[in-house]
């Protein structure tokens, strides 16, 4: 199974754009990359996923790089409440398991 | 869509006790997962579901540990004869093939 590696915190001041990186060097053809968050005490939040091309949805932008080797998660205008732990995931096919790493937290600050 | 519910919230019980979780996933969702997530950890996977079929299992999940869906509908989680290290978040996720999955908030087991 792919694994990824995370910086373990950051920070990011309200209003600005955080971008989380991960690397996941050993990722396979048809393995996707999937992003969720967890906020203390929640079970983890799906935020955004993709395979090759460069996603956004209402919450977030999703870029990965042409080798696949790293991607960047970015919450274009972070909130207080976007304050949690993200966690870059690559999604092994067929069973569609997850296999979580520790994570990134991510404190945005006033 | 009232997403995955999960009960009890909170479980505190006694070394050597049996324990019992219940899953309600999404309606329509065919696939159903089981996790574990210790303190500052990332949740670790245990079991999945396909309808009624347990499909796969990891070497986490130890012969105390049983998961059923009978109706492909709910799941129940059971641990018997709990032990220290059982304690933590046991989530629930379920979800389409091939679609992602959505999590409830999670058990949280306590061993005295």
């Known amino acids: 199974d792919a694994k990824t590696t995370q910086p373990p915190s950051m920070d990011c001041a309200e209003g600005r754009a955080a971008n989380l990186p991960c690397n996941h060097s050993?990722?396979?053809?048809?393995?996707?990359v999937y992003w969720y968050r967890q906020i203390h005490s929640q079970g983890p939040q799906y935020i955004i996923h993709g395979l090759k091309n460069n996603e956004t949805n209402e919450m977030a932008s999703l870029i990965i790089t042409e080798d696949r080797k790293s991607s960047t998660l970015i919450l274009p205008h972070a909130t207080l409440r976007d304050t949690a732990v993200y966690y870059c995931i690559v999604r092994v096919g067929g069973t569609d398991k997850l296999i979580f790493g520790t994570g990134t937290r991510l404190q945005v600050f006033p | 869509d009232t997403g995955v519910s999960q009960d009890p919230r909170h479980k505190i019980t006694k070394r050597g006790q049996n324990v019992t979780f219940r899953c309600d996933p999404i309606?329509?969702?065919?696939?159903l997962y089981w996790y574990r997530q210790t303190l500052g950890q990332g949740p670790e996977f245990l079991t999945y579901f396909q309808n009624e079929a347990q499909l796969e299992k990891s070497r986490l999940l130890s012969d105390r540990f049983s998961a059923e869906r009978p109706k492909g509908s709910f799941s129940t989680l059971e641990i018997q004869r709990t032990e220290q290290g059982d304690s933590a978040m046991y989530l629930c996720?379920?979800?389409?093939?091939?679609?992602?999955?959505?999590f409830g908030d999670g058990t949280r087991l306590s061993i005295l």
């Open positions: 309606s329509e969702h065919n696939r």
């Open positions: 996720a379920s979800s389409k093939v091939g679609w992602p999955q959505h």
């Open positions: 050993t990722i396979s053809g048809n393995e996707y």
